[in-house]
């Protein structure tokens, strides 16, 4: 689970998508944009639990796959991926993010 990370970053228009002050020794999570359109509370964040199933650095896919334009992550984590389940009040949600 992520620590260090500023949890008031919540706002109803999603506006300021998680920013964490110092990122050394954390894996990369989706920002979970896409819930959005479930209008969730700030609740459901704070009571969110989050668990990294796997995290890897490196090339997995071929470059025509991958997204070019960044995803601001340090660049260590220039290409990698990131697998893992967020749970939260009644809804469940398995990602997995190849860049």
């Given at each position: 689970?992520?620590t260090n990370?500023?949890?008031?970053?919540?706002?109803?228009?999603?506006?300021g998508?998680?920013?964490?002050?110092?990122?050394?020794?954390?894996y990369?999570?989706?920002?979970?944009?896409?819930?959005?359109?479930?209008?969730?509370?700030?609740d459901?964040?704070?009571?969110?639990?989050?668990?990294?199933?796997?995290?890897?650095?490196?090339?997995?896919?071929?470059?025509?796959?991958?997204?070019?334009?960044?995803?601001?992550?340090?660049?260590?984590?220039?290409?990698?991926?990131t697998?893992g389940?967020?749970?939260?009040?009644n809804?469940v949600?398995?990602?997995?993010?190849v860049?």
């Open positions: 689970m992520m990370c500023n949890t008031s970053w919540y706002t109803p228009a999603f506006e998508i998680i920013q964490c002050e110092n990122s050394e020794g954390l990369p999570i989706p920002n979970f944009s896409f819930l959005k359109e479930l209008n969730p509370t700030s459901f964040f704070k009571k969110a639990k989050i668990y990294i199933l796997k995290a890897e650095k490196g090339k997995f896919l071929d470059n025509k796959l991958l997204w070019n334009k960044g995803v601001g992550l340090s660049e260590d984590w220039q290409n990698g991926y697998k389940i967020m749970i939260s009040e809804i949600i398995y990602w997995l993010e860049w």
